[in-house]
Nanobody
Framework: EVQLVESPGGLVQPGGSLRLSCVVS????????MHWVRQAPGKGLEWVSG????????YYADSVKGRFTISRDTAKNTLYLQLNSLITEDSGMYYC??????????????WGKGTLVTISS
């Protein structure tokens, strides 16, 4: 069974940082492109970032570029998202998600339950 388990989020002040993780199981982690997607309260899903299976290529939404960093650790079967210079607009539910393939173009077939990130002073 495919499982994606996000770490707890948290309450962070504007300008602060947070590191999210997603431990996966049930598939060969290094064979699949992975994503982070988020949803602000009352808003639609927003793709945040993606990373290829080897961790050599990363991509970011304009809204987070320069502030967030996606990475993965094959040995730990874990996907990470480092969130820096946080602003209130970053608040929402963050989901890790598995791509159907290796290229990040085939759609997201499995999602974690999500972890709540709140940026507030």
């Amino acid at each position: 069974e495919v499982q994606l388990v996000e770490s707890p989020g948290g309450l962070v002040q504007p300008g602060g940082s947070l590191r999210l993780s997603c431990v996966v199981s049930g598939f060969t982690f290094s064979n699949y492109y992975m994503h982070w997607v988020r949803q602000a309260p009352g808003k639609g899903l927003e793709w945040v970032s993606g990373i290829n299976g080897q961790g050599t290529n990363t991509y970011y939404a304009d809204s987070v570029k320069g502030r967030f960093t996606i990475s993965r650790d094959t040995a730990k079967n874990t996907l990470y998202l480092q969130l820096n210079s946080l602003i209130t607009e970053d608040s929402g539910m963050y989901y890790c998600a598995k791509d159907r393939g290796t290229w990040g173009t085939d759609g997201l077939d499995y999602w974690g339950k999500g972890t709540l990130v709140t940026i507030s002073s």
